[in-house]
């Protein structure tokens, strides 16, 4: 099962409940942690996992030879993200729009286009406690990160369960991390700015019908608005988090907060199941 970890905006706690739940699972089989936040990975300094495998990824891009291109622009014009501009007797190539589809390529009369891989990143694999771990980091100045997400999705174990960290917001790189994923835990806070960016992340897994529930952290911080509107729209409340100075600081230390408060073991324990309940109705 792919247990997607997502939150319409940053900072509501994400990457706390990915890695607490993962910790929680272990007892249950095997457990694999995947952090798509290829921007701003951060599970690793909650896991601490000694890396076994580190590779380089790539996004193939197109290279054209002068030679052979008779500059007919139809490259051009079947590029999506506009990263080829014909001119007259020249052509210009964007590489860091362009998406690898490989489309100018097949539509190429000549035959003048060829591919050339380009590095966008690194992914890295590990072990920590039991847990398979794996993550990338985009390399700075990049435009694009769904190429890479893409790249860490394609080291999924799906005989585990799996728990991915998605990047906050709804944009391109969210729903390339969501696709094909069982279910989606949505963790948003009780506040006005929380229900704003809950509410575009719900509509996106609507219209992506993938399964969801809500988990509520830092309650008790600011109003019940975001339980009115999950009772309202019939999604369910997995689990609330309460505002605590224990969790607080735990996190502060980089320490997943089951380690030192146990009890909490067995409430990710129930989401596990509820969610297994959920897919078998």
């Not at 996992?49 to 054209?64: C, G, L, M, Q």
């Not at 830092?218 to 975001?226: K, L, S, V």
Request: net charge negative; with cysteine; charged share 30%.
């Amino acid at each position: 099962m792919i247990i997607s970890i997502a939150s319409g905006k940053g900072g509501t706690g994400k990457t706390t409940i990915a890695v607490n739940l993962a910790l929680s699972l272990i007892d249950a089989g095997g457990v694999q942690i995947i952090d798509c936040d290829v921007e701003e990975p951060n599970v690793h300094i909650f896991l601490k996992p000694e890396i076994t495998e580190r590779k380089k990824a790539f996004i193939p891009v197109p290279d054209i030879d002068k030679e052979k291109c008779i500059y007919c622009g139809k490259c051009a014009k079947a590029c999506e993200f506009n990263a080829i501009a014909i001119l007259p007797d020249n052509f210009m190539l964007f590489k860091e729009l362009c998406h690898g589809c490989g489309l100018c390529t097949m539509v190429c009369p000549e035959n003048a286009i060829t591919e050339k891989n380009r590095e966008i990143g690194v992914i890295e694999k590990g072990i920590s406690d039991g847990i398979e771990f794996v993550h990338g980091t985009l390399n700075i100045g990049e435009a694009m990160s769904s190429p890479l997400i893409s790249a860490v999705k394609d080291e999924i174990d799906r005989d585990e369960t799996v728990i991915i960290d998605a990047p906050p917001g709804a944009a391109c790189p969210v729903i390339e991390t969501l696709h094909a994923s069982d279910y989606c835990i949505l963790v948003t806070e009780p506040t006005p700015f929380g229900l704003y960016d809950l509410k575009i992340a719900v509509e996106l897994l609507e219209k992506l019908k993938i399964p969801h529930g809500v988990i509520i952290n830092r309650d008790g911080i600011g109003n019940d608005e975001t339980e009115k509107f999950c009772n309202e729209k019939k999604i369910p409340i997995l689990l609330k988090i309460p505002y605590d100075k224990r969790i607080a600081e735990t996190y502060s230390r980089g320490i997943p907060f089951v380690l030192e408060m146990p009890e909490w073991k067995n409430k990710f324990k129930e989401i596990f199941e509820k969610i297994k309940y959920e897919k078998r109705k």
